[in-house]
T-cell receptor, first 114, second 109 residues
Framework: DTEVTQTPKHLVMGMTNKKSLKCEQH?????MYWYKQKAKKPPELMFVYSYEKLSINESVPSRFSPECPNSSLLNLHLHALQPEDSALYLC?????????????FGSGTRLTVV | DAKTTQPNSMESNEEEPVHLPCNHSTISGTDYIHWYRQLPSQGPEYVIH???SNVNNRMASLAIAEDRKSSTLILHRATLRDAAVYYCILRGGAQKLVFGQGTRLTINP
């Protein structure tokens, strides 16, 4: 299995809702990442997990809460989002500490906040 | 992270070679040069990486200047499916992959 699977593919939520994005990989990668991508812009790093521990938080607002329950799963919990948070949310994985290793990305969850 | 500079857009014809340039004049000795591409409505896809020597794989070739201040991604025979945004990224010691603006490649039939 050489894929990163993200669910759901599309999500519409109100500003008072709570929802979660899910990401799964079975490549044995021990580093996992969340990126946010606005239309016509490059992906922006949000969080890095290494060996199930949060190692980098790129000053992301607390309405985004990441969780790594085990080495194969990564969640992003969403609460009280704003319309400007509408974006494509990408999950990726890699072998940590290997600078020459490639990242594998999922196809993303397209989030719309209404 | 050291910065890369790429043209905003490029255009080529199907079945012709494409050379995508990237400047990285502040590259450090331990930075690897990575290339990713992002097809429409998909996540980025790893293409190739290198440190000092030129590299080839089934997708592309990477030519690295002797002083490492620039590199070129070469698609030997472009197809319509190669239309994408191509990102040149320097990856150093930090556990981060930081994307620049990239080059939007259009392939004409």
């Amino acid at each position: 299995d050489t894929e990163v699977t993200q669910t759901p593919k599309h999500l519409v939520m109100g500003m008072t809702n709570k929802k979660s994005l899910k990401c799964e990989q079975h490549m044995g990668h021990r580093a996992m990442y969340w990126y946010k991508q606005k239309a016509k812009k490059p992906p922006e790093l949000m969080f890095v997990y290494s060996y199930e521990k949060l190692s980098i938080n790129e000053s992301v607002p607390s309405r985004f809460s990441p969780e790594c329950p085990n080495s194969s799963l990564l969640n992003l919990h969403l609460h009280a989002l704003q319309p400007e948070d509408s974006a494509l949310y990408l999950c990726a994985s890699s072998s940590p500490g290997v600078r020459w290793g490639g990242y594998t990305f999922g196809s993303g969850t397209r989030l719309t906040v209404v | 992270d050291a910065k890369t500079t790429q043209p905003n857009s490029m255009e080529s014809n199907e079945e012709e070679p494409v050379h995508l340039p990237c400047n990285h004049s502040t590259i450090s000795g331990t930075d690897y040069i990575h290339w990713y591409r992002q097809l429409p409505s998909q996540g980025p896809e790893y293409v190739i990486h290198g440190l000092t020597s030129n590299v080839n794989n089934r997708m592309a070739s990477l030519a690295i200047a002797e002083d490492r201040k620039s590199s070129t991604l070469i698609l030997h025979r472009a197809t319509l499916r190669d239309a994408a945004v191509y990102y040149c990224i320097l990856r150093g010691g930090a556990q981060k992959l930081v994307f620049g603006q990239g080059t939007r490649l259009t392939i004409n039939p």
